[in-house]
């Protein structure tokens, strides 16, 4: 077959409209990706060999038109790899990882195009160009320094090779919670041991068992599945089974020691420590910040330290009042671990009068979508509508936004939980921003969450029930999606997420969050299951009154895992004789006032810092939202004039001075310009309840 009738025939080289999920097959990966590369070399090599003098039309926009179609079609390979995991797919995505690992290395390293980026820098022209090209200009030179471009052959030879070390790593780590999660099964014949659990929560479990063909109720360590055991479940012994299965998954305490993360976290250390150091950096937390808002780790620990120090006292209440109830309510002398979720639930009904579980009735999920798009039309002046697509399962839903008539973006909506589909929430980039010619070609993006799936009862499927939790994680997804779709700008670097410092990509998806709150958001929003009722305010009520239950304790979590993270990537020797677990047993001695059992091993399943991207930089949820709460309270000063929080003069400042100018401009120039100010921790402080503590 020819490489013309490979092109014709392949779904993943059609790139004149959506992608072809339902054509794409793994035997479509090798053809397409090798392609897509020597096409990407052909134009590399002849912009090498070009003589002229560069400029953005004949050197940019060809290089940014031919590696913008091999990152679209990886894209869709990773995205699927991510929720569709099968052994082929995956054995084609991991054949594959190499050769793109090998071509952006050496990309990134490749002198003659370094040089022409400095001469388009350093030409009386560059001046003329848009603010969005100058930034895009810059960013490139800064990356073909991080890149390792400036190195020697030898060691520009031995950091492409701690790159695709480094990538096979972190996708081994994935995979390896994946198998783990996959694995796991619990299954309970005995309905006393159920005792306490939703009625929901026990129909899924029936019906996950009755998949499998066997009897009773099957548990898994999908979120949807084990976390309501911790929570609602009053068999102590099950709380225990389910957490010590989910605390040790993917470590050499878990089931299988091929899926053991131990070797992948020590191997993935010292890969960064040695990439920083032949980069010139002291270690990685250095390099890594190059990109982001804050400048030094220092800054960052002391950010951390001093949040840390602020929510301690909060913490150690919540504490002293959580073991006093366990104790004189729940009979439980010692508060484990598997107790704390179930106590503290126990305790938020008693002392509010209303449980996770009556709120949950309020929000099915058609009931959510339509609020969540209701909020986002009227704050930003867009109109969203059902869309037609082919899709990687047939729970996945397409949407469009428009905005005054037009199409501006679209997007997939992937929400449950299942096999073969990645833990965690996220927002990805399917298709980026970018003027071609004339012509817009619109942003898509990928929404995946983790959600329980509609009931089968008597034969009738039930409207998926969400937690308040899962609302706010939707509303966070959605925030991330909004950044990459509303965005203005017409330059693929720079548009929607991409550019943005990785500490301040967190501030849309964040500020979402506030509205979950709203009761002038949630009338829109909830409708009881059976009598379709929108929540009492009786009940809204008692939920802003445990709006910062236990505030404390969870932001005492974040900072522990932050500097976890910041230690690990600081000052960490990954040759020495200190261990990793001794790390993160050192960060809770000084910081946490819950201190997990010693067979915990949280770090082989964290994700975010092995595997997604947040290496030095889980610090950034709680960096960005000082940023998001303060900006949340623009929204806050503008109800105090018009009664109402949800302000479409405000949303539309937000949307042009945040949302629109993606990358374009630094982050804080654009808070800046929303807020006319400087960010301050006040507004954060306020939110979680800890205004008064010193």
Same mark, same amino acid.
């Given at each position: ?17 959506? *992608? ?39 050197? /940019? ?11 679209? *079609? ?85 950091? *492409? ?164 109830? *366990? ?48 909020? /986002? ?116 670097? /720079? ?200």
């Amino acid at each position: 077959m020819t490489s013309t009738a490979i092109n014709a025939s392949n779904p993943l080289l059609d790139f004149t409209g959506l *992608a072809q999920f339902d054509r794409i097959t793994p035997a479509d990966i090798t053809p397409a990706i090798s392609a897509l590369l020597q096409q990407a070399h052909t134009v590399v090599t002849l912009l090498e060999a070009s003589t002229d003098a560069a400029t953005w039309d004949n050197f /940019v926009a060809p290089l940014e038109h031919v590696t913008e179609k091999l990152s679209r *079609a990886w894209g869709i390979v990773s995205h699927l790899n991510a929720v569709a995991d099968t052994p082929e797919l995956r054995a084609a995505y991991n054949e594959n990882q190499p050769k793109l690992i090998e071509f952006w290395t050496a990309l990134a390293q490749n002198l003659a195009l370094f040089d022409k980026y400095k001469a388009i820098k350093n030409h009386l022209d560059f001046a003329s160009l848009s603010t969005a090209r100058r930034k895009i200009v810059n960013n490139a030179l800064r990356d073909f320094r991080l890149g390792g471009a400036e190195l020697p052959a030898d060691k520009k030879a031995r950091f *492409a090779a701690i790159q695709e070390k480094h990538a096979a790593l972190t996708t081994r780590f994935s995979e390896n919670i994946l198998d783990a999660t996959n694995a796991y099964g619990l299954f309970v014949t005995d309905e006393a041991e159920l005792a306490g659990l939703p009625d929901d929560v026990r129909q899924a479990a029936r019906s996950a068992a009755e998949q499998d063909g066997k009897d009773g109720y099957k548990f898994t360590l999908h979120f949807p599945s084990f976390f309501p055991i911790l929570q609602y479940a009053d068999s102590r012994a099950l709380r225990e089974t389910v957490y010590r299965a989910n605390a040790t998954k993917a470590s050499e305490l878990g089931e299988k020691p091929e899926w053991d993360n131990s070797a992948n976290i020590v191997e993935i250390l010292r890969l960064r420590n040695e990439e920083a150091k032949l980069l010139g950096y002291k270690n990685y937390a250095e390099l890594s910040l190059v990109r982001k808002m804050a400048k030094t780790s220092e800054e960052v620990i002391h950010f951390l330290e001093d949040l840390g120090s602020r929510a301690r006292p909060f913490a150690e209440q919540d504490l002293v009042e959580l073991r006093a109830f *366990a104790q004189q309510q729940l009979g439980l002398e010692t508060l484990e671990a598997w107790d704390l979720t179930y106590a503290a639930e126990k305790l938020r009904e008693q002392r509010y009068a209303f449980s996770e579980q009556e709120v949950k009735q309020y929000f099915p999920e058609p009931t959510v979508i339509e609020g969540l798009f209701h909020l /986002v039309q009227k704050l930003f002046s867009v109109d969203i509508s059902a869309d037609q697509a082919s899709v990687w399962h047939p729970d996945v839903k397409f949407f469009r936004i428009e905005k005054d008539g037009k199409l501006i973006g679209q997007f997939y909506l992937d929400l449950y939980a299942r096999n073969g589909k990645r833990g965690g929430a996220w927002m990805d980039d399917a298709r980026a921003r970018r003027r071609i010619g004339n012509d817009i070609q619109t942003p898509i993006a990928y929404l995946t969450c983790n959600f329980t799936a509609p009931a089968v009862i008597d034969g009738k499927t039930k409207p998926a029930l969400f937690t308040h939790d899962e609302v706010i994680t939707l509303f966070h997804e959605f925030g991330h999606g909004l950044h990459h779709m509303l965005t203005q700008v017409d330059e693929i670097g /720079v548009s929607g997420i991409s550019g943005v410092e990785w500490d301040a990509v967190e501030l849309p998806s964040q500020f979402m969050e506030n509205f979950c709150w709203e009761w002038d958001v949630l009338q829109h929003m909830t409708s009881e299951a059976e009598s379709g009722q929108p929540l009492p305010r009786a009940l809204y009520d008692k939920m802003i009154a445990a709006k910062n239950f236990q505030s404390g304790l969870q932001t005492l979590r974040q900072v522990e895992f932050s500097l976890f993270d910041m230690r690990l990537h600081d000052d960490y020797d990954p040759y020495g004789k200190q261990s990793v677990q001794e790390v993160i047993d050192q960060v809770r001695a000084r910081i946490a006032v819950v201190t997990p059992p010693a067979f915990n091993r949280f770090q082989h399943s964290f994700g975010h810092i092995f595997a997604g991207g947040y290496a030095a930089g889980y610090y950034s949820y709680k960096w960005a939202e000082v940023l998001s709460a303060d900006a949340y309270g623009a929204f806050e000063e503008a109800a105090t004039s018009s009664g109402n929080v949800v302000s479409a003069a405000t949303g539309s400042k937000f949307r042009d001075e945040i949302l629109a100018v993606g990358g374009s401009r630094p982050a804080l120039e654009s808070f800046r310009a929303f807020r006319g100010r400087e960010p301050s921790i006040d507004a954060l402080l306020r939110h979680s309840g800890m205004a008064t503590a010193t």
